[in-house]
Each structure stands twice: as structure tokens, then as C-alpha cells.
Antibody
Framework: EVQLVESGGGLVKPGSSLKLSCVAS????????MHWIRQAPKKGLEWIAL????????YYADSVKGRFTISRDNSKNTLYLEMNSLRSEDTAMYYC???????????WGQGTLVTVSS | DVVLTQTPPTLSATIGQSVSISCRSS???????????LNWLLQRPGQSPQLLIY???NLESGVPNRFSGSGSETDFTLKISGVEAEDLGVYYC?????????FGSGTKLEIK
């Protein structure tokens, strides 16, 4: 069974840092690009970052560029999102996902909630 | 960034009714490689999104064949042929042809 399990969310103050993790199982994690996508409360979906299967390329949404860093450890089947200089507008559910853009077989985690508030 | 405009924003259907959702793109989603990277997702209440359709018309594994996708360039449609109770939720289109990847604003399907 495929699973993506996010962790690391919580309540933090503006300007703080947080590191999210996503542990993958049930598929060959090291063969696929992975994404972080977020969803603000009662809002739609926003793509925020992509990392290639071998970490050779990383891409970010303008809204997080320079503040967030995506990384992965294929030996641990784990995807990370390091978030710095957090703002209230970063408050959202954060999902890791294999999107299956070209071949299907998409997987999403259950999400981890990040709340940025003073 | 590519803007995806979904209509209608909300949809109310009875069980067994067929419905369609439109997704219009601000730019052609035909990639230089000949493929069109337009996907459809469903987010049921309280759940993570799930992929229904990829590359316009390909059914994701395990998704019932009452779901179908069509379209080209800038105009795309998701059709549900015979709505079932489990189909309620918010439907999103998503494009991956142009960076950054973007989503439509969603269509909420309610069951009468």
C-alpha cells in the first residue's frame, strides 16, 4: 500500500522557522519527482515546490522563493520542506505529493497543518 | 502564470444525473512535446485531493469510468456520467504544461 505521511506542522509565530517531513512507502520514492502543495483554510490548492528524483533540480513558487527549501533523502524515503521567515499568509495545510502528471499513479499525503500566528 | 477558470463554481446534482465541469486556460496547454498536461482532481470533504484524470482524458487507476475528460488547447471538460453519492466534493483542474504548476479555483459538487 502506498503511503505518504507528513509531519512537523504546528503553531508558530511570524518570523519563525519550521521543517516539514514526508515519509514515503509502497513505491520507488527515489524514481520520482515530488511536490509540496498547500491549501489555506477554506481556500484552493497552491503548488509551492518541486524536487526532481535525484535532487538535480528544484523549483519554487514566487510566494515562497528565498524562504522555503525543498530537499529529499532517498536513503530514508523522505521529502522535506524547510520554511523560514514564516508569515501569517503561510498558514495552510501542507501536502506532499507525487502528482502523476504524465503517467498517473498519483499519491497525496494526509497533510500537516501549519499555523503562523502571534 | 497560467490562470485556469472553472465553471460553474458550484453544481447541484441528483443521483444518476450527468454533469459537466469546464476548465478554461489563459494559454494553450499543448506542450512542445505534443502532450497536454491538464489533470482533474477531486477533494472529498475532509480528505486530501485525489487524481481522477491525467493528460486531458486518461483515467487514473481505480477511478470509475463514469468520469471522463476531454478538450484541447485552452478548453477542457470533466464529465460525470451518472453522479453517485460518493462524488460529492470539490473538483479542481490542474495544469503542468507551464511553470509554475497552477490549479483552478474549484467546482463544488453537491448532491440534492
Amino acid at each position: 500500500e502506498v503511503q505518504l505521511v507528513e509531519s512537523g506542522g504546528g503553531l508558530v509565530k511570524p518570523g519563525s522557522s519550521l521543517k516539514l517531513s514526508c515519509v514515503a512507502s509502497g513505491f520507488t520514492f527515489s524514481s520520482y519527482g515530488m511536490h509540496w502543495i498547500r491549501q489555506a483554510p477554506k481556500k484552493g490548492l497552491e503548488w509551492i515546490a518541486l524536487i526532481y528524483y535525484d535532487s538535480s533540480n528544484k523549483y519554487y513558487a514566487d510566494s515562497v522563493k528565498g524562504r522555503f527549501t525543498i530537499s529529499r533523502d532517498n536513503s530514508k524515503n523522505t521529502l522535506y520542506l524547510e520554511m523560514n521567515s514564516l508569515r501569517s499568509e503561510d498558514t495552510a495545510m501542507y501536502y506532499c505529493a507525487k502528482l502523476g502528471i504524465t503517467t498517473g499513479f498519483a499519491y497525496w499525503g494526509q497533510g500537516t497543518l501549519v499555523t503562523v500566528s502571534s | 502564470d497560467v490562470v485556469l477558470t472553472q465553471t460553474p463554481p458550484t453544481l447541484s446534482a441528483t443521483i444518476g444525473q450527468s454533469v459537466s465541469i469546464s476548465c478554461r486556460s489563459s494559454q494553450s496547454l499543448l506542450d512542445s512535446d505534443g502532450d497536454t498536461y491538464l489533470n482533474w482532481l477531486l477533494q472529498r470533504p475532509g480528505q486530501s485531493p485525489q487524481l481522477l484524470i491525467y493528460s486531458v482524458s486518461n483515467l487514473e487507476s481505480g477511478v470509475p469510468n463514469r468520469f471522463s475528460g476531454s478538450g484541447s488547447e485552452t478548453d477542457f471538460t470533466l464529465k460525470i456520467s451518472g453522479v453517485e453519492a460518493e462524488d460529492l466534493g470539490v473538483y479542481y483542474c490542474m495544469q503542468a504544461t507551464h511553470a509554475p504548476l497552477t490549479f483552478g479555483s474549484g467546482t463544488k459538487l453537491e448532491i440534492k
